[in-house]
């Protein structure tokens, strides 16, 4: 099983950066997928997920700025960020999740001015 993340990176504040993983190994469709973030010093938290069936559920502190979606024929979950803040700053980690977790090797992502 592979989960790899793409398209991190470093952002001014108040802009936007879309992660994608890419899932292998798995029968993608079937499983929950979600993103999680860990800043320095802090633990892992979640950010985002989605059901196999499309339902979505996000923390708090994104919600009305960031959108989780999925493309099943890609294998392949999206989050999308929106007015990126500096406390948003952390290491993102894409999970896909049935009986058994996978992790994916995590992305930074950077927002400083």
């Known amino acids: 099983v592979q989960l790899v993340e793409s398209g991190g990176g470093l952002v001014q504040p108040g802009g936007s950066l879309r992660l994608s993983c890419e899932a292998s190994?798995?029968?993608?469709?079937?499983?929950?997928m979600g993103w999680y973030r860990q800043a320095p010093g802090a633990q892992r938290e979640l950010v985002a997920d989605?059901?196999?069936?499309?339902?979505?559920n996000y923390a708090d502190s994104v919600k009305g700025r960031f959108t989780i979606s999925r493309d099943n024929a890609k294998n392949t979950v999206y989050l999308q960020m929106n007015s990126l803040k500096p406390e948003d700053t952390a290491v993102y980690y894409c999970?896909?999740?049935?009986?058994?977790?996978?992790w994916g090797q995590g992305i930074q992502v950077t927002v400083s001015s």
């Open positions: 190994g798995i029968t993608f469709s079937t499983y929950a």
């Open positions: 999970r896909a999740r049935r009986i058994l977790f996978y």
């Open positions: 989605i059901t196999s069936t499309g339902n979505t």
